[in-house]
């Protein structure tokens, strides 16, 4: 038996005869649903090939008391999934943003309302005045740096999001990075938002705070650069902290480097990091062809 989803698929995959009534053996060799009809093990998150296309599968069996009746298999197009858990992690990182800018707008309105009321309105002026000259010299910093505006936003939100959490973020380099293609932006605002993430949770224990973000383009090639002062990454896991799901910070975690790394392989980019008791430095390098 099959729905409508998974008939729709295999259509896709080039199988258009109907599946109904007929031996998996026969429709789809490789299933290994008889395998996990005999085993009575279930096959969880496995990766499969259909002429060409690849799927996330789950395997398991139908049991009844203890004996296995049956296996069905539940299973959805590999790109999709994908494209979701990248608007997935967009959505969170614009209002992980969105949630900074509120908050330290509140707070400095509650300083100016407090000096309101206590009369201190010259103080009141020159905390204004530090406020916007801050503010300026922020966003003429990053605009000098990145012409793009949805990732010079971006990068804004994450001055103040670092800021919010005591850390000091420096952004500097040159010369300015182009204007980009929205699905670049898309793919660096994952590459920037979890290599800043982690660099903030890699100094918090630290009694330095300090990240250092820089950006070059040169001959084709977009550079960044992250670096932090936290206690660094033991060197026999220098290449787990990229596998899925992999995390030294407690459950649900482990994601936001694999989503780098991925990100980096579809760009066709190259990723390398070194690490130390004096910190971590993450360097990234992406072939970008400025039409401009």
């Not at 009844?64 to 969170?92: M, P, S």
């Not at 509650?110 to 010299?137: A, C, D, R, W």
Request: charged share 25%; aromatic share 6%; hydrophobic share 35%.
């Amino acid at each position: 038996m099959a729905n409508s989803e998974a008939i729709r698929i295999f259509q896709r995959a080039g199988i258009d005869e109907k599946p109904i009534g007929k031996s998996i053996e026969d429709y789809l060799p490789t299933s290994r649903l008889m395998h996990v009809l005999e085993s009575g093990n279930p096959e969880y998150d496995q990766e499969h090939s259909l002429n060409g296309m690849t799927m996330v599968v789950n395997r398991i069996p139908v049991k009844v008391g203890q004996e296995v009746v049956g296996a069905i298999a539940t299973f959805r197009d590999k790109t999709e999934l994908k494209h979701l858990a990248e608007q997935l992690t967009g959505v969170k990182l614009y209002a992980e943003a969105l949630r900074v800018k509120t908050h330290e707008f509140m707070n400095q309105l509650h300083v100016v309302l407090g000096m309101v009321q206590i009369g201190e309105f010259e103080k009141l002026s020159s905390y204004i005045q530090q406020i916007t000259n801050h503010y300026q010299m922020e966003i003429g910093s990053v605009a000098r740096l990145v012409k793009d505006p949805v990732l010079a936003g971006f990068l804004l939100s994450k001055l103040s999001y670092a800021r919010e959490r005591g850390v000091n973020l420096h952004i500097q380099g040159g010369p300015v990075w182009p204007s980009l293609r929205p699905e670049l932006t898309e793919e660096l605002i994952t590459i920037f938002g979890n290599l800043i993430d982690n660099a903030i949770d890699a100094v918090e224990e630290s009694q330095k705070k300090e990240i250092a973000v820089s950006l070059s383009f040169d001959s084709g090639v977009l550079s960044l650069t992250v670096r932090d002062s936290g206690q660094g990454i033991p060197k026999e896991l220098h290449e787990k902290v990229f596998e899925k799901g992999f995390s030294t910070k407690g459950r649900d975690r482990g994601y936001g480097l694999y989503l780098v790394r991925q990100s980096i392989d579809r760009l066709g980019g190259r990723l390398s990091m070194t690490s130390d008791p004096e910190g971590t430095i993450v360097t990234v390098h992406l072939p970008y062809e400025d039409k401009e």
